[in-house]
Nanobody, 116 residues
Framework: QVQLVESGGGLVQPGGSLRLSCAAS????????MGWYRQAPGKQRELVAS???????SYADSVKGRFTISRDGAKNTVSLQMNSLKPEDTGMYYC??????????WGQGTQVSVSS
C-alpha cells in the first residue's frame, strides 16, 4: 500500500555530513507522520527523527543539534540532513511512515558508516 525507498547512505569520516532521502509512493494519503530509525549491529532499532503532517518534529537526544528532518509534501519525500557525524551514528537507517490504525511502514534501509 505504501512503498518507501531510501537513498543517500555511504561511508563518511567523523565530522562529515550525509543527507538521506526517502521517496514515498502508493496510497500515502493515510500517512500522518514520517521519520527515520536506525539500528546498529547488535543493538535495538531506535527513533532518530520524525515529523508529523502538521510539522511537529521529534529527535533522539543523541542527534539533537546535528540532524535535521524535513518533508517535501509536493514530492512525497522526507530527508534527514546529518552533520557532525560520529562513529556511534553508524548503522542501518530506515525510513518510516505511520498509519494511525495500521501502524508502521518501513523502507529497505540504507547503510551509514562513520569511520576514519
Amino acid at each position: 500500500q505504501v512503498q518507501l525507498v531510501e537513498s543517500g547512505g555511504g561511508l563518511v569520516q567523523p565530522g562529515g555530513s550525509l543527507r538521506l532521502s526517502c521517496a514515498a509512493s502508493g496510497s500515502i494519503s493515510s500517512v500522518v507522520a514520517m521519520g527515520w530509525y536506525r539500528q546498529a549491529p547488535g543493538k535495538q532499532r531506535e527513533l532518530v527523527a520524525s515529523q508529523t503532517n502538521g510539522g511537529s518534529t521529534s529527535y533522539a537526544d543523541s542527534v539533537k543539534g546535528r540532524f535535521t528532518i524535513s518533508r517535501d509534501g509536493a514530492k512525497n519525500t522526507v530527508s534527514l540532513q546529518m552533520n557532525s557525524l560520529k562513529p556511534e551514528d553508524t548503522g542501518m537507517y530506515y525510513c518510516s511512515a505511520r498509519h494511525p490504525l495500521r501502524g508502521m511502514y518501513w523502507g529497505q534501509g540504507t547503510q551509514v558508516s562513520v569511520s576514519s
